[in-house]
């Protein structure tokens, strides 16, 4: 039953390997899929291309109707997945400045790396932009240290905050996937066309 | 027409839905493999924890947030998101080789410099590596992969990204449109 | 024409898609839950409970107190009275009954010691042991007749018999050695150190960290 390296069904020196050919995987969808330009990333927030939205809402979706069938069918135990934590205002306050970084700079940090690979000028510039945050955040890090500790929720997913059935979420986030979609494609039709 | 443009235009990418849907095919892979999410974000930071731990070895363990990822017998650089980060430039180079997109230049709409979308891209990037350190995550990361097990602080994040995206959107407009 | 019916097929493709999209998520609602089977399987249960491994001799415990191995902790399996009477040095009280609690889960759950059980023999500690181990917990062991053994054998050995053979002697001798670290005084040696007090065991103090989950991630 997965996950089948912290179960022991795939030795642990796999690991690397393992990481490396998901990796090629992934950096392959993504820039086949466009992620390697910015203005097609930047296009979500005018309404000019909705590549962002269609990818990134496609693929939760999949991967949770994926997971949550493989887990009713025995394959995967859910109990046992990484679960990204929630520090409420880490989560928020950094959303945020990701936010404007996003819009200012025309990457996130996977998309950047594609986009090196490729040979962008303006990723390698970003790349370093973003190592050089790291590094600003890492200096100044006492300071940020009372968001970055606090409001600790613990590993939590939205049945253990909301109590809400995991299935019908998935359910209603499936329609809310679909409805975006449709109305992205109507917005798409109004807004100015632009050329990249 | 989507044919002749495909001749000349190298910007033609698979259609989103059929991305997104390998894309999740890939989270789901990696859950049921490994039990943990993509990332990318941990890797650039790795790599900033060993230029500083190389340059300035006592300066790196004093410091708070560095220590927590030096260890006595492990490079910072020995984690799995590093040999997944190297993978996506692996895999993104093969896919921009197959469509023919390599080349060194800088992307930018015709109405700013390259300058200017240099300055940007490096402003972007610092913003981007300050929340996604006090976020623990970024887009792959938390939102992305948190999303796909239903983790609140996926959520929260991913919904502060895009709408702190879309409310500073107005004031990069000249950037991009 | 079969062009014609093809790009009929493909303008409704979105909406095949999508519907096929609801479905399955829809079907997630609709399937039939059923209660998961938790814990390990019975053959590995089985392999578990024929191990000798899952015991621990009263001698080994003596030597490890002695030694204060920081590596396990002692939990008791009777009631609270009887742990009220008399229980092994540091030894933490779980009754058999409360083994389920999510209190005792954090004792008995966790890769950071070992956990030895015991009762009066082996049977309530051996009930606990294979509850435990069914839900897949690690790391577990029974003292091997409980502390009615630990009483005959550490705190109150045989003295041998003059024809038994020399390793029987030294056996004794250690036990005794032993028993005098856990307060039994001896009436040979009263009489050389009348004033020793009894000594106490080393009160050690016992944390235990939530068990992580198995697999980590981080961006």
């Not at chain 1, 370093?128 to 939590?156: D, H, Q």
């Not at chain 1, 979609?181 to 039709?189: A, L």
């Not at chain 3, 019975?42 to 001698?59: A, F, G, K, M, W």
Request: hydrophobic fraction near 45%.
């Amino acid at each position: 039953m997965g996950p089948l390296i912290p179960n022991g069904e795939i030795p642990i020196e796999w690991d690397s390997i393992i990481a490396i050919l998901i990796g090629i995987a992934f950096g392959y969808v993504l820039e086949a899929s466009g992620f390697s330009s910015s203005r097609k990333l930047a296009g979500v927030f005018y309404g000019y291309d909705f590549a962002v939205l269609k990818v990134f809402f496609t693929a939760a979706v999949v991967a949770l109707i994926g997971v949550y069938y493989m887990d009713y069918l025995g394959y995967l135990n859910v109990e046992q997945l990484y679960v990204h934590p929630l520090y409420l205002w880490g989560a928020i306050i950094g959303g945020v400045i990701m936010g404007a970084g996003f819009v200012a700079g025309g990457f996130c940090p996977g998309t950047s790396l594609c986009a090196v690979a490729i040979g962008k000028i303006d990723a390698f510039v970003y790349v370093g932009g973003i190592m050089l945050g790291v590094f600003v955040f890492s200096e100044l890090y006492p300071l940020f240290e009372p968001i970055y500790e606090g409001y600790f929720y613990g590993n939590v997913t939205l049945e253990d905050s909301l109590g809400i059935n995991p299935y019908w979420f998935v359910f209603i986030f499936s329609i809310i996937a679909i409805v975006a979609f449709v109305v992205s494609d109507m917005v798409r039709k109004r807004v100015k066309k632009v050329f990249y | 027409m989507k044919k002749d443009k495909k001749q000349k235009n190298r910007h033609v990418y698979w259609n989103p839905y059929f991305g997104g849907f390998l894309l999740g095919i890939i989270i789901l892979f990696t859950f049921y493999i490994t039990g943990r999410g993509l990332g990318a974000s941990g890797a650039l930071k790795s790599g900033v924890v060993s230029i500083v731990d190389s340059v300035a070895p006592t300066h790196a363990e004093k410091n708070a947030y560095y220590s927590k990822f030096i260890s006595e017998d492990n490079s910072p650089l020995n984690t799995w998101l590093v040999y997944e980060a190297l993978g996506v430039i692996v895999g993104a180079f093969i896919s921009g080789g197959l469509n023919g997109r390599i080349g060194w230049r800088i992307q930018h709409s015709p109405k700013i410099t390259s300058k200017r979308r240099l300055i940007f891209a490096l402003g972007g990037g610092v913003l981007f590596g300050l929340g996604a350190q006090i976020a623990r995550g970024c887009t792959s990361g938390a939102a992305l992969s948190g999303m796909a097990v239903l983790s609140t602080g996926g959520f929260i994040t991913m919904l502060a990204i895009f709408g702190s995206a879309y409310a500073f959107a107005y004031f990069f407009r000249k950037n991009w449109i | 024409m079969v062009k014609k019916k093809t790009a009929k097929v493909l303008a409704l493709r979105y909406k095949l898609l999508a519907a096929i999209l609801v479905l399955l998520a829809g079907g997630l609602v609709l399937l039939p839950k059923y209660q998961k089977h938790e814990g390990i399987k019975p053959q590995e249960l089985l392999s578990n409970v024929i191990s000798p491994e899952r015991y621990l001799s009263t001698d080994q415990l003596a030597l490890k107190l002695i030694n204060r191995d920081p590596s396990f902790i002692l939990i008791d399996v009777r009631d609270e009275k009887s742990y009220a009477n008399y229980s092994l040095p540091n030894a933490i009280n779980i009754p058999l009954k409360k083994l389920l609690d999510e209190d005792s889960e954090a004792y008995l759950n966790q890769n950071q010691f070992d956990v030895v059980l015991f009762s009066n023999d082996n049977f309530y500690a051996d009930q606990a042991w294979i509850l435990c181990n069914r839900l897949g917990y690690k790391n577990l062991r029974v003292l091997k007749g409980g502390t009615n053994r630990w009483f005959s054998t550490i705190i109150n050995p045989l003295k041998p018999s003059e024809d038994m053979t020399a390793e029987e002697f030294e056996l004794y001798s250690t036990r005794k050695a032993a028993s005098m670290y856990f307060g039994v005084v001896y009436p040979d040696q009263v009489a050389i150190e009348t004033s020793e007090t009894k000594i106490e065991a080393p009160k050690k103090v016992i944390t235990v960290q939530k068990k992580k989950k198995a697999a980590e991630g981080g961006c």
